[in-house]
């Protein structure tokens, strides 16, 4: 490895002329022994033949090549997202990623900070993906599908909290989180809920329709609803703490168990009994929430895994005429403990 | 958008060859705008006929042929991480992200689970990108650095705890993380150190620098120092606080700050007085560790910034023939609360 960066300038890339040059065989040879053909039968003896020439040369097939032959990709695109997302939802990544290998996808995560809706859109369509699984920030809109689909995409996956038209939707109805949770707290007669608003961006797209879900809880039940903006750091939190007794609630819920974390803190610390004076939710059942004292109740929220999720995405590939279909994936239930 | 099945079916990929013949210029003319080709003079109503048809036929140019065309394209690549990571990681990529694209990168994060060291640096190639930045988990080995330098990376970036010939080599050396952590504890007058190995998956690519870190310390002060497994849940917690009379422990250095806090929970439970009779280090400075009673003590990591990274990454491309060179980017301190 001592090579001179001349040296190296001077290297050009091998292609797979080179290998079927090294190797005595065709072109297409090569091609159909690297991209693993299976319809096509070759030896043994010559398969090896061009994988030691190809490792001897450093050639690897070009995916771009490759799918402008197929005219399509075997990639799943997913646009990466920009909102900090906890444990569960990066196993959650981790088994869609294993599942889709295993179907024999390539999954590249698109990085689309700073693209918004149809530029988005856009975007991905560059890479010709064979599905995109849209994970709900970027406002896909039903113009951003059919540019997808426009471009050769077999298969366009939302899992948002709303449906998009033309696209297969798994709904993640965010509101029942809310809902959960204050029909928890009224249940345990609690009458003046706060809402916790988190005011860290790509939140709100959680926060909204959480608030939306609490809102609707408390209709007809004699239970006031308030939000409560927070930012994610110590001097927010003891700033609302220090008005809290102003506000007069009995209780909140308060966005998810890092943010009940983060609060319940700062309330204690103003010797406000929690329980007692203001019950505590949140949501998402960290391990965080039992290591609190009082062990912090909690929405359990049940997300699609992504075993499914992947069969659902080789499905849809399969069957890009068939009309796209709903799925209503997510469950939420409250799980009480001692905060509330 | 009420198409049938059968009608999208028909509907065949719009081509820049009919972007051309509605917008009554040529194919080349079409690229250059739909480029963004700084180097061809075009008029804006050109410009504009040609972005109009494009958007009537649901027009995107093909990222695959267009790099067939230049020999490579502007794609970073990041291997997505198996790792959980914190919001300090989160941010750190959402800047990097943000400042690739600024300077015109597209960034690609693929996932890589599943494949291990060479199989990997071949999969990366087959998307040619034009740099590689490694986070270090695959193994990255100096014959892996090679293919993708001769499939046309101009750059492979390698953040990672050691150094890999023949790769832009950022050292985020975790050693002096557990080296931190010790020295803190050993001048706080502890004398038996346990230091928590995590057990979960991917992040012995940590814990074992960082434990020869705490070793190399420890070494000639008169302090020992005894690796303790634990799985991120509270049985496995419980286990090690129910057995920590017989470990003769009077430290502990917990990983990071989420196992400090399962283990402080579980030792609090068992009675055990912290810092009176056990010390507790974290490490990675989280908004938890001040939120915990007592504030946990923790080693603040400073890692290289996404926009430093961004101006490191497009400098290795714009000069290939250069000499990699190392990089030490993190540094490390103990911040003293009253855990310890």
């Known amino acids: 490895m001592s090579q001179t960066p001349k040296q190296f300038a001077e290297r050009s890339v091998p292609t797979s002329a ?11 040879t090569v091609s ?23 490792e001897e040369l450093g050639y690897v097939p070009h995916a771009a090549a490759r799918s402008l032959r197929a005219g399509h990709t075997r990639m799943v695109l997913l646009p990466a997202t920009s909102v900090p997302h906890g444990p569960q939802f990066h196993r959650f990544f981790h088994e869609l990623q294993w599942a889709l290998r295993r179907l024999d996808y390539t999954v590249v995560q698109y990085g689309s900070v700073g693209l918004d809706g149809d530029d988005a859109a856009r975007a991905w369509a560059e890479l010709r993906p064979v599905a995109v699984v849209s994970l709900g920030e970027v406002g896909l809109t039903p113009h951003g599908v059919d540019i997808l689909k426009r471009s050769g995409a077999k298969a366009v ?17 965010q509101r029942e989180v809310g809902g959960c949770a204050v029909t ?29 879900g609490a809102v609707r809880a408390a209709a007809d ?11 994610y750091d110590e001097e927010s939190a003891a700033a609302l703490a220090a008005r809290w007794h102003g506000l007069g609630l009995d209780a909140v819920y308060a966005f998810n168990d890092d943010y009940a974390m983060l609060l319940m803190r700062a309330l204690q610390d103003e010797r406000i009994d929690i329980p007692g004076q203001t019950a505590v939710i949140g949501a998402d059942d960290l391990l965080l929430g039992r290591l609190l004292r009082p062990r912090l ?9 992504g075993r499914l999720l992947a069969e659902l995405v080789d499905q849809a590939v399969r069957t890009p005429d068939d009309r796209p279909r709903d799925h209503e994936l997510m469950g939420a239930r409250a799980v009480h403990r001692e905060s509330t």
Chains 1, 2 share one sequence.
């Open 18 to 28: 080179d290998v079927a040059r090294l190797a005595g065989v065709s072109r297409a």
């Open 32 to 54: 159909y022994v690297l991209n693993n053909t299976a319809s096509v039968r070759i030896s043994e003896p010559t398969r090896r033949r061009v994988r030691e020439a190809a």
């Open 157 to 173: 996956i939302s899992l948002a909290p709303r449906r998009v038209e033309g696209a297969h939707c798994l709904v993640m109805d």
């Open 184 to 212: 928890h707290l009224v249940q345990r007669g609690r009458r003046a809920i706060g809402v916790v608003m988190p005011r860290e961006p790509g939140l709100e797209h959680f926060a909204q329709p959480r608030y939306e």
């Open 221 to 231: 039940t004699g239970a006031r609803v308030e939000p409560l903006p927070l930012a």
């Open 297 to 305: 109740s909690t929405v359990h929220i049940d997300m699609v895994t």
